[in-house]
T-cell receptor, first 113, second 113 residues
Framework: KQEVTQIPAALSVPEGENLVLNCSFT??????LQWFRQDPGKGLTSLLL?????REQTSGRLNASLDKSSGRSTLYIAASQPGDSATYLC????????????FGSGTQLTVLP | GAGVSQSPSNKVTEKGKDVELRCDPI?????LYWYRQSLGQGLEFLIY????????KSGLPSDRFSAERTGGSVSTLTIQRTQQEDSAVYLC???????????FGQGTRLTVV
């Protein structure tokens, strides 16, 4: 059974700092990995999708990397801003599964002004 | 529409009543998913629809839960004889096809009293 772990569970940083969020998964046979953010009381907003054949994806201040062989992904946020405060979730799409996403429990990020 | 639309956004119901939750996916998206997010829990897969294929119901927690997708577009999740443990946020997502980027709605917060 695929298990997805996110560390740390919570993170608080001062504005302007660069930071890294970690995601690990137990089964490397994935189609892709997706990073989301969730604001309190809201749905999920897709940030980046990395295909299994890719090493990284970038969007603005965000950069996500994927090391499928070691079962790890990182989300790098440059020059963090208070508006980045949210819960960040990673999810893997497992080959041969029921086409469902398996989610980590998230990292709750607070960026202090 | 521009995004995945869910209604109602909030629903309070008495224990034992039936409820229907609606999801309107992004136009042209053939894959549709339902997830549940309970307080302090991760996202739990419920059911998946892909085109005209039989849905994957492997995540439905009991036979009180059912879902349908009419005409390959709008989906309705029905919970019969609601219980307090059904209280959660129910999230719908769609993607243009299986194993592509998933886009989530804002969710329906269900409270069973």
């Amino acid at each position: 059974k695929q298990e997805v772990t996110q560390i740390p569970a919570a993170l608080s940083v001062p504005e302007g700092e660069n930071l890294v969020l970690n995601c690990s998964f137990t089964d490397s046979a994935i189609y892709n990995l997706q990073w989301f953010r969730q604001d309190p009381g809201k749905g999920l907003t897709s940030l980046l999708l990395i295909q299994s054949s890719q090493r990284e994806q970038t969007s603005g201040r965000l950069n996500a990397s994927l090391d499928k062989s070691s079962g790890r992904s990182t989300l790098y946020i440059a020059a963090s801003q208070p508006g980045d405060s949210a819960t960040y979730l990673c999810a893997v799409n497992l080959r041969g599964s029921a086409r469902q996403l398996t989610f980590g429990s998230g990292t709750q990020l607070t960026v202090l002004p | 529409g521009a995004g995945v639309s869910q209604s109602p956004s909030n629903k309070v119901t008495e224990k034992g009543k039936d409820v229907e939750l609606r999801c309107d996916p992004i136009s042209g998206h053939t894959a549709l998913y339902w997830y549940r997010q309970s307080l302090g829990q991760g996202l739990e897969f419920l059911i998946y629809f892909q085109g005209n294929s039989a849905p994957d119901k492997s995540g439905l927690p009991s036979d009180r839960f059912s879902a349908e997708r009419t005409g390959g577009s709008v989906s309705t999740l029905t919970i019969q004889r609601t219980q307090q443990e059904d209280s959660a946020v129910y999230l719908c997502a769609s993607s243009i096809r299986v194993n592509t980027e998933a886009f989530f709605g804002q969710g329906t917060r269900l409270t069973v009293v």
